[in-house]
């Protein structure tokens, strides 16, 4: 094989998932009636940006040989804590600042704080007690999920104040700004893991965690801060959904976290760790989306989306799998 | 011998019960090979890995340069100025060549004060360092999971050669590597120690610490069995110390 085209085919390996995304698109367009419009391709990209920025959180986490099952019920807890701050009915506090604008960033910090502090009790705790990611984040998905219920007492926030709400409504380019927010964090985020010596190193802890600590990388602290930045990012989910629902109920998000692990396998991310890419991570997010909007277009039952998705991370392993063979014979 | 580099006073090491280290005392000069011999389970990996900072001793203690020295992490020996090829490859091999070789020492430059990953310069180092010891890999850009053994342990030992430091560690260096490889691998610590380098060899094989080492020492049973000059023991003689038929501390058999 000349290296041109090894190239070529090295590319569309490493690309794989974005090249199935046009592809089930292209096939949407032309079966599914009225799948072909603009406002459907802003639409996948607006319903994907809560799951979308979860993922981003989970992914870097795995990619750094961990886990983190929390996220889910993180992103509860920091919708539910902007709800009850900021709603004005329900269990809503509806707590007013002057200017109006500031209730942005202070609920923004509520929600990121939230999330980081949860990030950082599990990240010690895996760090220090050398136990399991996958039981130490099974634990916080139970507990922080409980303490939503508890400091809701079940019950619901609704109309959070109309300046946090703006972002939902505001457009840009035919987008909200909520999808802008999702898109600038996987530009972000694809930037910190592909530029900076922070995101080689959490892919090479990934990799080889003995090796890396070996080599004088302090593999504890950059695993502490993927905690943490997983448990804020997820707070930043919440801080999003909250705004999409204009508040928050004690069950908001269920099942979030499936999803975000859907996308991050079918975005090739290596449970193992070590290997993927956040931007593969985003084609996973939206691959989900486009398929759940041609479901909701099909007048087909909803509950085949959940058939679907797993269906779509049995068959993302086993691209997988296919693509480790086709790379073993290119080297 | 010249001033010496590093020098380890009664280093002992336990795990409950068992003492894998009964007590070590020796000491390498700067420009020094030393020969680390003993047979499986004599303590030989142990104790590099107390020096270079992986495990912590149960007591003795360790002068480097003069001073008092505990590394508690690899990272503390690195900056002390300790390089390690350890046994089992420390190699992450999800990525490429470059990452590798620039592991925890990536070379940046500041965007808006954020380091980013300056690949080029990286790339540049890395070939040119390879080039010059020899080794051939196609591209610096696979991952290293596609590379051989043997171009994994070059990368190893490459690594080492150009980063240097003021010791080197070498446990087992040349497991995976050819015949040709080895020589080549040879002289390279020989390069490395006439750098003023001090250089601690393990291995198994007598010719090669022949070879190349300026002492060799044997340990026994978690303690030195011999530490003899090169050039006044023989193969034989030290096969005695290793097996234990020669007393504890004995001299040149002739």
Known sequence: ?331 | MTEPLLVLENVTKNYGAIQALRGISFSIGKGEVVALLGDNGAGKSTLVKIIAGGLEPSSGRMLFEGKEFLAKTPAEAKAAGIETVYQDLSLCTNVDVVANFFMGREITRKVLGIPILDERAMEAVVGKALASAGTRIPSLRTNVEHLSGGQRQAIELNRFVHWGGKLVLLDEPFAALGVEQTRRGLEMIRQVANQGIGVVIITHIMQQAFQVADRIVVIRQGVVAGDVARNKTSPDAVINMITGETLAGAGPAG
Not at chain 1, 3 to 17: G, I
Not at chain 1, 137 to 156: E, F, M, N, P
Request: charged letters at 10%; one cysteine or more; proline letters at 3%.
């Open chain 1, 1 to 331: 094989m000349n290296p041109r085209s090894r190239k070529a085919l090295e590319f569309v390996l490493d690309n794989l998932v974005w090249f199935m995304l046009v592809f089930v698109l292209i096939v949407f367009s032309i079966f599914v009636p009225n799948y072909f419009q603009l406002g459907i391709f802003a639409n996948i990209i607006e319903a994907s940006s809560v799951l979308g920025v979860m993922s981003i959180g989970l992914a870097l986490v795995i990619i750094a040989g961990h886990m983190d099952l929390s996220v889910e019920s993180v992103a509860a807890l920091s919708a539910m804590t902007v709800g009850i701050l900021f709603c004005s009915s329900g269990i809503g506090l509806g707590i007013q600042l002057s200017p109006q604008w500031l209730m942005v960033p202070v609920s923004l910090l509520a929600a990121l704080a939230v999330g980081g502090i949860v990030g950082a009790l599990n990240g010690f705790l895996v760090v220090k007690l050398k136990m399991s990611a996958f039981i130490i984040t099974l634990a916080s998905y139970i507990w922080v999920r409980g303490l939503v219920l508890v400091i809701s007492g079940g019950r619901s926030a609704q109309d959070l104040a109309p300046s946090i709400r703006w972002f939902a409504i505001q457009r840009l380019i035919g987008l909200p700004l909520t999808a802008w927010i999702a898109i600038s964090c996987f530009v972000i985020s694809s930037l910190v893991m592909a530029k900076t010596p922070f995101g080689r190193h959490l892919m090479m802890i990934g990799g080889n965690e003995t090796a890396t600590f070996r080599a004088g990388i302090r593999v504890n602290r950059n695993l502490v801060i993927a905690f943490v930045l997983a448990g804020a990012i997820a707070g930043l989910a919440g801080w999003l959904l909250a705004i999409r629902t204009s508040g928050a109920t004690a069950n908001l998000g269920t099942g979030l976290l499936f999803n975000a692990f859907a996308a991050v396998v079918i975005g090739g991310v290596s449970l193992k760790g070590g290997v993927g890419t956040l931007p593969g991570v985003y084609a996973g997010v939206l691959l989900l989306s486009s398929i759940n909007t041609a479901i909701n277009l099909m007048g087909l039952p909803a509950n085949f989306t959940q058939v679907i998705h797993g269906l779509l991370v049995l068959a993302a392993v086993l691209l997988d799998a296919f693509k480790q063979t086709i790379r073993q014979r290119l080297a």
